[in-house]
């Protein structure tokens, strides 16, 4: 049964920096398109970051762009998000998630799902 698992959320200042890790499970992360979505309370899931199946192509949201990194170690089946220069509008819950080569920035696109972690940034 394919299974992830993020860690490594916490509560953290502004201007600080986490790195999030996702640990997959009974599937083949070479075989899947990886990302990093967030979600705040009374708000709707939203893309962060994705990387392709090689680690060659990654994509991100303006929002985190220039401060956020999505790297993948395959042989491994970790996932990670380097977080910088943290702000409170970056306080939600972190999920990975797999899918195919046409998953995209839309959550619906993704076959897999972790619990989530949380990520508070205070002021």
């Known amino acids: 049964q394919a299974q992830l698992v993020e860690s490594g959320g916490g509560l953290v200042q502004a201007g600080e920096s986490l790195t999030l890790s996702c640990a997959g499970s009974?599937?083949?992360?070479?075989?899947?398109?990886l990302a990093w979505f967030r979600q705040a309370p009374g708000q709707e899931r939203e893309f962060v970051a994705r990387?392709?199946?090689?680690?060659?192509?990654?994509y991100y949201a303006n929002s985190v762009k220039g401060r956020f990194t999505v790297s993948r170690d395959n042989p491994k089946n970790r996932l990670y998000l380097q977080m910088n220069s943290l702000k409170p509008g970056d306080t939600a819950v972190y999920y990975c998630?797999?899918?195919?080569?046409?998953?995209?920035?839309?959550?619906?696109?993704?076959?897999?799902w972790g619990q989530g972690t949380q990520v508070t940034v205070s002021s």
């Open positions: 998630a797999a899918g195919d080569t046409y998953s995209d920035y839309a959550p619906e696109s993704y076959d897999y």
């Open positions: 009974g599937l083949t992360f070479l075989n899947y398109a």
């Open positions: 990387i392709s199946w090689s680690g060659a192509t990654t």
